[in-house]
């Protein structure tokens, strides 16, 4: 892991830190322990794909990468939030108006409660086993998509 963070550090575009650590005892024949397995974790952030492409080539020569979740960035997932939220709000008032002009009458919004956020649900992973290889070749990654939900809630009063 030592050696991961140092070849990560060489990426002024990759951000890296580790991650949890977990060791595991190998029992041998007669139930004693015979060795530890340690796996730990590697976190990396960038916004330049190509970089983190190149590094986890580098790495999985001497590291097996188990797990690759790619997220949109804080700014990015902000802005979809954001643009969830309108069209949320857009669909309240639309089933709002819906209700009122159904029973001929005219509303407000009395209460409104809007949410979304919370850590995103993982997106697919990519899974791979170490590669011998001499030659580093990028690890292939390709961003998909991520899906933003906001949630609206609220109460409407009808009035004459």
Not at 14 to 41: C, F, L, N
Request: hydrophobic share 40%; no cysteine; charged share 25%.
């Amino acid at each position: 892991m030592s050696d991961a963070l140092k070849t990560a550090r060489t990426y002024a575009k990759v951000r890296a830190q580790s991650g949890a650590t977990h060791t595991y005892p190998i029992y041998g024949k007669d139930a004693r322990i015979e060795a530890w397995r340690m796996r730990s974790e590697l976190t990396l952030e960038s916004r330049d794909s190509a970089a983190l492409s190149e590094l986890l080539g580098q790495l999985q020569t001497a590291l097996g990468v188990a797990n690759l979740i790619m997220l949109p960035s804080p700014e990015t997932r902000k802005q979809a939030e954001n643009e969830a939220i309108i069209e949320a709000i857009a669909a309240f008032r639309e089933r709002a108006r819906t209700v009122a002009d159904a029973l001929r009458k005219d509303y407000r919004i009395k209460q409104l409660s809007i949410g979304s956020g919370g850590r995103p649900p993982a997106q697919p992973r990519m899974r791979s086993a170490a590669l011998a290889s001499a030659d580093a070749a990028p690890m292939p990654i390709e961003a998909g998509e991520t899906l933003i939900r906001a949630t609206i809630s609220g109460q409407i009063e009808l009035t004459d």
